[in-house]
């Protein structure tokens, strides 16, 4: 049973990482479809979106949730505090050493100052990972988001482009924060439908991120045509070494199989929606938001990758069991 479910994982984000790339293919050969219809202009349902994806978060999460700080403080520590130190001194590492325009790299640093990716509680059962640990590291990481992301991005980003720190906190606890708050609302007001809910608000998250890596694709045709293969190289890079060091960091703390894997999946994917979130309200989602737009295909392809290569070689040691398939996919 437990194998029938884990390929269904593993096929569902093979299909979710097929449609985001069939998205970036078409945006980049049609990218009328995805600028504006009318005078409508598409990079406006960025926001609406990732709000609409952030509370099926919510729905989905629950107190036991944070149950994980209690019963494992040290490892949820250590992988809140590897993810907000590894991945941003590597974007700002990578930004530099590539020479990108000032707002194509701080579309790096972005990327990489984001809190954990939406899809790493999947990715971390397919790869028979520590899920509660994967589960707590997301949603602490996520809810920091609003504090940690500005003092990063100002710190790190602020020679690139100019960062308010207060206006860009009060931008993420409206894209963040206000949407996953009225999920756990509403997760606690209509909880006999909870199974219905987690069925579909995983859906509507792939299809929500799916239809933002278009738009920005589009939006940022021109810039992606003339920095398009030496930005995925660096995207690329930051991804993969991303992985290998929040493996081995978690090693270093001397922690188990499981949750050395999870701390690695953790760290090396990002939420890429909330950073496209970000440099729309910058007003720059065609440079800045480049970095996060080609992230999420590369980062769901390697952990895809990395997952299944994992599931093939279960740890030595279990330190957690799991009974159920996480609802989160996007």
């Not at 107190?63 to 001194?89: N, S, W, Y």
């Not at 995925?232 to 270093?252: E, K, P, Q």
């Not at 890429?272 to 938001?289: D, E, F, N, P």
Request: include cysteine.
């Amino acid at each position: 049973m437990k194998a029938e479910t884990n390929a269904k994982s593993s096929y569902r984000n093979l299909i979710y990482t097929a449609l985001i790339i069939a998205a970036v293919v078409t945006a980049l050969t049609f990218p009328g479809l995805f600028t504006q219809v009318g005078d409508f202009q598409l990079k406006r349902l960025i926001v609406p979106l990732l709000q609409i994806i952030m509370l099926g978060m919510g729905t989905t999460m629950a107190i036991k949730d944070f149950e994980g700080v209690i019963k494992q403080p040290r490892a949820v520590f250590v992988g809140v505090t590897c993810h907000f130190i590894i991945m941003p001194l590597l974007g700002y590492t990578l930004a530099t050493s590539f020479d990108f325009p000032p707002e194509i790299a701080a579309g790096v640093v972005l990327i990489g100052c984001s809190p954990s990716g939406l899809a790493s509680n999947v990715m971390c059962f397919i790869a028979k990972a520590n899920v509660p640990l994967s589960i707590t590291v997301t949603t602490i990481s996520t809810l920091l988001a609003p504090f940690v992301m500005p003092a990063l991005m100002k710190l790190l980003a602020g020679q690139f482009i100019e960062i308010s720190f207060w206006k860009m906190m009060l931008e993420i606890m409206q894209i963040v924060i206000l949407p996953v708050v009225v999920g756990l609302i509403l997760n606690r007001i209509f909880h006999k439908s909870a199974v219905f809910i987690n069925r579909v608000m995983p859906l509507v998250s792939m299809a929500g991120i799916v239809l933002i890596v278009a738009i920005i694709t589009a939006a940022g045709r021109d810039s992606l045509l003339t920095v398009g293969w030496t930005l995925a190289l660096c995207v690329l890079i930051h991804n993969l070494t991303g992985f290998f060091l929040g493996y081995w960091s978690a090693r270093l703390f001397r922690m188990d199989e499981q949750s050395c894997r999870t701390v690695a999946i953790e760290v090396g994917l990002q939420n890429g929606g909330l950073a496209s979130g970000i440099a729309v309200q910058l007003g720059k989602v065609a440079t800045v938001g480049l970095a996060p737009a080609l992230f999420g295909p590369i980062m769901n392809t390697t952990g895809s990758l990395l997952a299944t290569y994992w599931s093939q070689r279960p740890p030595r040691e279990v330190a957690v069991e799991t009974t159920s398939t996480p609802q989160t996919a996007a």
